[in-house]
Every structure is written in structure tokens, then in C-alpha cells.
């Protein structure tokens, strides 16, 4: 095959294995990748790889002739161990060695001749079987070939860095692939849901980007508005049901939490001591008096505070989200205050006062001031 037909080849493997696989696309392992489809060819002094090589291809086309030990999975296995030792340390590097030298073989299996692919054994290898459907080096039909495979490049292209599953999901925009890659991958980067949905108490049509905060009752949990709603499929437990939805992936998170012990304080107190430059989440789960009477009407499904009985329950709310609850003392109970940040973000500056004296600043913090 020709030096193109074979980087054609190489590419279309690589940009579909990131696709199936998921792996990250970089321009040293796709390079390698088409480098190393040349190098079976290093047995013809006059390739492109043989000519430079020259040292190497004169000895090997003299004494072992072309297509059979470096088109052997005897040369697959040498060039292997050789490349081991990046298997440690750049493991897309050593697959993107091995597979493109590797796919050098393949195709030269539709060649007329085919390849001694069990070298020194006579049997050689063919695809397909009959003849007339082989290729002939730069043949007409290996031009068509060369074509087709830079279309499917080119298609490929941004289905590589989307994932075979990212590409469905851009397709179909369908909420459970998103709410599914999110728990997979929830705390590493920012994301945001591209988001249509009803509102199931006032049957409002929304559309949105939205900043996704956590996961909730089979649900994702959204910042729309100012205000953390959720989103999924049972209109009993969530307040916005999707129509489409696509997790959108964005910068780094870097996330640093807090704990703060409640017992014997109210949420005025922590609302009132609690001082940061940075904004924050609350979450935690406080029991409380019983008795104790809190003017809210909780109609919708979902809240950022959700109180029943003697228990309070803390996800994702913001101090303006408190309002109502700020009289209840907590019987026992912890609050997390969680900070979220990007790439840039200057360091947290926390303090905290109240009755109980001052919480220490936990060491994670202390190393970023």
C-alpha cells in the first residue's frame, strides 16, 4: 500500500479507539501512531522509513526479504518489548506504537500478495479472500480506498473527543445518559446541563444552561436562576421534568469542605458567624426540636432545605435559602460549608466566630493563604 493509504489507515484506528475508549486524543500518540504504520516497511531500502534506515533495511531485505518478518507477528512481538518500558509511564504512547504498526499489517492484507503473517511459516494471510476484491498498490481502487478513509477521518475527528457515549448522548440528548456520566465523574470539573424541561408545579417550558451541583433521587440537581431546583424523570420527587438534556464538561473543580459542628446553635448563628470571601454550599443533616414551628410551605418536591418533624436536611442550600429556618437549634448535627473553585480562583479566607469561640481553620486551608 502507499505511504498515505497507510496513515489513513493508522488514523482512522486511533480516532476510533478514542472513540470507543475514551481516551484522550494528543498530537505525540497520533503522530507516533502514523510513524509506526511506516515501520514494517523499514525491510525496503527505498520506503520512506528504509531510506534514513538504510543500515537496517539492506541487511533485512537481503536476508529475509519484503513482507514476512516485519510483517510477522514475530516483528510485532520484538517491536513489543521494546516498547515495554512506555507502557509504565506513557501507556497511550506505547498503544499508539504497537497499534500503528500493527495496522500497517492489517491493511496490507488486502494487498493482492497479503503478508506472511506466521513467518517463517509459507501460509499467508489475505483479506478479503478472493482476489479480484484485493487491492493493487496504487491502483484505482486503493484511491478510492485512501478517499474513504479520510472522510471516515474526518468524521471521526470530533467523535473521538466526545466518547462513542458522549457522541449518543449529543444525538439524543437523553437525561439518563447525562445523569449517569455525571455520577461518574461528579467532583472532578465543573459541568453545566444544556437543559429543556417543564416545571412541574406552574407547566412553565424552560431552556437553560445550567450549572450542575449534585445528584439527587435518581436526579441532577441545577443552579437555575439563583436557585437549586432538580431535574429528572418523576414529577413527585423533582421540580423540573427534561424534554432534552446534555452534560457539558468545563474546567477543573477543586472542591474544599468544612465540617462544622452544630450541636446547641441555631442557623441564625451560622448564617451571622460564618464569614468568606468565596461563596459556599451548606449541606448536613441537623435534628431539632420538635416543637418548634417554621412558617414555610413546602409545595415543591425538592428544596435546598427540607424539613420534617425534628429533622432538618441541608443540600446544596445557599444563607438565602435559610431564611425561614434560621430560629432552629440543632438537638445534634454537623454542617458541611463546601467551596467550590476554578482554575485562577484566589485562596479561600475563612473565619468563624460564635459562642463557642473560634474554629480553627482546618489545614488544607491554612496552606493556601
Not at 480516532?15 to 514494517?40: H, I, R
Not at 449534585?214 to 421540580?239: C, D, F, M, P, T
Not at 413546602?298 to 444563607?319: C, F, S, T
Request: proline share 5%; with cysteine; glycine share 10%.
Amino acid at each position: 500500500m502507499l505511504a498515505a493509504t497507510h496513515a489513513g489507515f493508522a488514523t482512522s484506528l486511533y480516532l476510533g479507539g478514542a472513540a470507543v475508549f475514551e481516551y484522550p486524543t494528543d498530537p505525540v500518540s497520533w503522530s507516533l501512531a502514523v510513524f509506526f504504520s511506516f515501520m514494517p516497511d523499514i525491510d525496503i531500502p527505498t520506503s520512506k522509513v528504509g531510506r534514513p534506515l538504510f543500515f537496517l533495511s539492506v541487511p533485512l531485505e537481503k536476508r529475509f526479504g519484503h513482507r514476512t518478518i516485519t510483517h510477522s507477528v514475530i516483528g510485532v512481538a520484538i517491536l513489543t518489548a521494546l516498547a515495554t518500558p512506555l507502557y509504565f509511564f506513557y501507556p497511550l504512547c506505547f498503544w499508539s506504537i504497537v497499534g500503528g504498526y500493527w495496522s500497517h499489517i492489517q491493511i496490507d492484507m488486502a494487498n493482492i500478495r497479503g503478508v506472511d503473517l506466521f513467518w517463517p511459516s509459507p501460509i499467508r494471510v489475505v483479506m478479503p479472500g478472493k482476489m479480484k476484491y484485493r487491492l493493487e498498490v496504487g491502483s484505482k481502487a486503493e484511491m478510492i480506498v485512501l478517499c474513504a478513509l479520510l472522510v471516515f477521518c474526518v468524521g471521526l475527528y470530533p467523535l473521538s473527543g466526545l466518547g462513542l457515549r458522549g457522541g449518543l448522548h449529543q444525538l439524543l440528548k437523553d437525561f439518563d445518559i447525562a445523569y449517569d456520566e455525571f455520577v461518574e465523574v461528579q467532583g472532578l470539573n465543573w459541568y453545566t446541563l444544556e437543559l429543556k424541561a417543564i416545571d412541574n408545579l406552574t407547566l412553565e417550558h424552560i431552556k437553560c444552561n445550567c450549572p450542575v451541583l449534585g445528584a439527587w433521587q435518581s436526579g441532577l440537581i441545577i443552579e437555575h436562576n439563583g436557585k437549586a431546583r432538580s431535574v429528572g424523570k418523576s414529577q413527585i420527587q423533582h421540580n423540573l421534568y427534561p424534554v432534552d438534556a446534555v452534560l457539558i464538561q468545563g474546567e477543573p473543580l477543586r472542591v474544599i469542605s468544612q465540617r462544622v459542628d452544630m450541636k446547641g446553635r441555631s442557623l441564625r448563628w451560622l448564617v451571622e458567624n460564618l464569614k468568606a470571601n468565596h461563596g459556599y454550599y451548606l449541606l448536613g443533616e441537623l435534628y431539632v426540636d420538635a416543637d418548634k414551628v417554621v412558617n414555610v410551605s413546602q409545595i415543591e418536591a425538592y428544596h435546598p432545605v427540607i424539613w420534617g418533624g425534628d429533622k432538618v436536611r441541608l443540600h446544596y442550600a445557599k444563607a438565602d435559602d435559610l431564611r425561614d429556618y434560621l430560629n432552629l437549634t440543632a438537638i445534634r448535627g454537623e454542617v458541611i460549608v463546601q467551596f467550590w473553585f476554578r482554575p485562577g480562583d484566589r485562596a479561600v479566607e475563612l473565619s468563624f466566630n460564635g459562642d463557642g469561640g473560634e474554629i480553627k481553620t482546618p489545614g488544607v486551608l491554612e496552606g493556601m493563604f
